[in-house]
């Protein structure tokens, strides 16, 4: 089966390249976080912790090739080894033949337990997904909560403007002050989109290789089931 380091490997040197990135534009980037640093605190958190359930998605994966490992050794020891999460459908199936390190396996026990074992996979992206799209969501509403700052204080300026003084220099001072507002209410919305943007492509090239590590485990758990399974089949098709 592959092994997931090589996934670790790119992985984190996805992670070390934004973070030069993001070291080069680092002035740029703090004005733009500091626009509003509650909610673009908020965006960087979610991020973080989906990089950590996208890792964990993977490094979940060494326990279960040391299982399947011990397991084709043949050797006794396999009922030491701590109960899979991911292959727990395989694990219960064998039952107390996985105890006596033996392997029997009908051909419709095999695609149950393959489904179940993807369906659990399935179950773990699905949280990576759900942070990719709350990245994206917190982005748009930083937006639409800037650009709604925006109007409010657009149109407070514009009611508070007097044109009735004969200082013309007083009137502009009072434009010029009003108008801080709707440009920090813009630097919420721009910033917001882009920590939220940049977060959910950050954490989808992270799923993406957390995905093909499982891929690459199911399909190397299926090949190696159905020859054992191919087998048990010859055996139990054989006249007694």
Request: glycine residues 10%.
């Amino acid at each position: 089966m592959s092994n997931p380091k090589h996934t670790l490997f790119w992985m984190t040197l996805f992670l070390a390249v934004v973070g030069v990135v993001c070291a080069l534009i680092y002035k740029p980037l703090q004005a733009a976080f500091m626009a509003n640093w509650v909610f673009n605190l908020l965006i960087v958190c979610v991020l973080l912790i989906g990089v950590v359930i996208t890792y964990r998605q993977v490094f979940v994966l060494f326990p279960e090739l040391r299982w399947v490992a011990q397991f084709r050794t043949g050797h006794a020891g396999l009922s030491v080894l701590q109960e899979p999460r991911l292959l727990k459908p395989l694990a219960r199936q064998l039952d107390d033949d996985s105890k006596r390190d033996r392997f029997s396996l009908s051909t419709m026990s095999l695609r149950t337990v393959l489904d179940a074992i993807h369906s659990r996979m399935d179950e773990q992206r699905e949280i990576t997904r759900y942070f990719i799209s709350l990245l994206i969501f917190l982005g748009l509403l930083g937006t639409f909560w800037g650009l709604l700052g925006t109007i409010n204080s657009v149109g407070e300026v514009i009611v508070n403007l007097d044109m009735g003084q004969e200082d013309f220099g007083e009137v502009f001072a009072g434009l010029q002050s009003g108008l801080l507002k709707p440009l920090q209410g813009m630097g919420t919305a721009f910033s917001s989109s882009l920590l939220g943007l940049g977060g959910s492509l950050v954490l989808g090239f992270l799923d993406i290789q957390a995905g093909h590590a499982q891929n690459r485990f199911y399909d190397g758990l299926e090949e190696w089931l159905t020859g054992v399974t191919n087998l048990v089949d010859r055996v139990d098709d054989a006249p007694e």
